[in-house]
């Protein structure tokens, strides 16, 4: 019993003697996420212990750029733009009714085929990057001219500048989704 009692304090001490998460100064820091741009120590759940940090990273990637995608494209609907060619009954649609007037439509097919056309592609370039090519997370090598010249610390800002953004865009399109929802209202949503 003494034995098994020593062997929980020194876990214990250990743990509180770690450093601490920048994000949530009350957990230890994932020490998986080490290195990366971006990186603030937040992974509550521990997802970095089970999972690949490059393929977290380019999930967090790939859900940021659609999302800023997403935000412009419902708010360009509730601004009145509409593709030209819709019916009447996507004229009057709002974001939020759109998905319904789109499904009546048939449109969510096409969106859906086209999607895992790009889905499947980019599969390719992560099951590579897992696979120890050495590709970088979210690198399809598009852009690359703009990082032409640039020294390190520059492109490093840049990797920043671009997480930081995508998880503002995560949060942005749920808060937009959110208040359009609940107050039924278009832009501003309020």
Request: proline share 5%; net charge neutral; hydrophobic share 40%.
């Amino acid at each position: 019993m003494q034995q098994k009692c020593n062997k929980i304090k020194g876990r214990a001490s250990t743990s509180i003697s770690a450093e601490k998460s920048a994000s949530l100064p009350f957990l230890p820091a994932p020490a998986n996420c080490e290195g990366y741009v971006g990186n603030v120590g937040f992974d509550p759940v521990g997802f970095s212990n089970y999972f690949p940090v490059d393929y977290l990273r380019e999930a967090e990637l790939k859900h940021g750029r659609m999302c800023q995608l997403a935000w412009l494209g419902y708010v360009a609907v509730d601004l009145g733009m509409r593709i030209p060619g819709y019916p009447e009954a996507m004229s009057g649609a709002t974001s939020a009714t759109a998905h319904d007037a789109a499904v009546e439509y048939g449109a969510l097919g096409n969106i859906f085929v086209w999607i895992a056309f790009a889905e499947m592609a980019g599969w390719i370039g992560v099951s590579q990057m897992l696979q120890g090519s050495g590709r970088a997370p979210g690198d399809f090598g598009l852009g690359k001219k703009f990082l032409d010249g640039k020294s390190e610390a520059q492109i490093e800002q840049m990797k920043l500048k671009e997480i930081t953004h995508c998880r503002a865009a995560m949060l942005a399109f749920s808060g937009v989704v959110t208040q359009s929802v609940l107050f039924d209202k278009s832009f501003p949503y309020f």
